[in-house]
């Protein structure tokens, strides 16, 4: 089963930017589409981003669009999850899953996620 892992949270200051990792192990997810989600404090896990298998058709929660980027490399089994001009409302846990192709239900289990903070 692919094991999925997250890294690249940490602290930064409203307007900043930082470079979300997943990197995908126990098989490949070259054929799948993949997600990013967040899980704010004391709120429910959201969706923030996905990407299809060969990516194409990116789509963006309101929140995020042309804020954040969604890129992956199929050959490195890792998605990326660009944040520019953070927010103090981008405060989060954030996780990759892989996703069915219309983004609609994920299909692994979750990882521990990488913390967010974005301090105003």
């Known amino acids: 089963q692919v094991q999925l892992v997250e890294s690249g949270g940490g602290l930064v200051q409203a307007g900043g930017s930082l470079r979300l990792s997943c990197a995908a192990s126990?098989?490949?997810?070259?054929?799948?589409?993949m997600g990013w989600f967040r899980q704010p404090p004391g709120k429910e896990r959201e969706f923030v981003a996905a990407l299809s298998w060969n990516g194409g058709s990116p789509l963006y929660a309101d929140s995020v669009k042309g804020r954040f980027i969604i890129s992956r490399n199929n050959a490195n089994n890792t998605v990326w999850l660009q944040m520019n001009s953070l927010k103090s409302g981008d405060t989060a846990v954030y996780y990759c899953?892989?996703?069915?192709?219309?983004?609609?239900?994920?299909?692994?289990?979750w990882g521990q996620g990488t913390q967010v903070t974005v301090s105003s």
């Open positions: 899953n892989i996703v069915d192709s219309n983004y609609r239900r994920t299909l692994a289990s």
């Open positions: 126990g098989g490949s997810i070259g054929i799948f589409a």
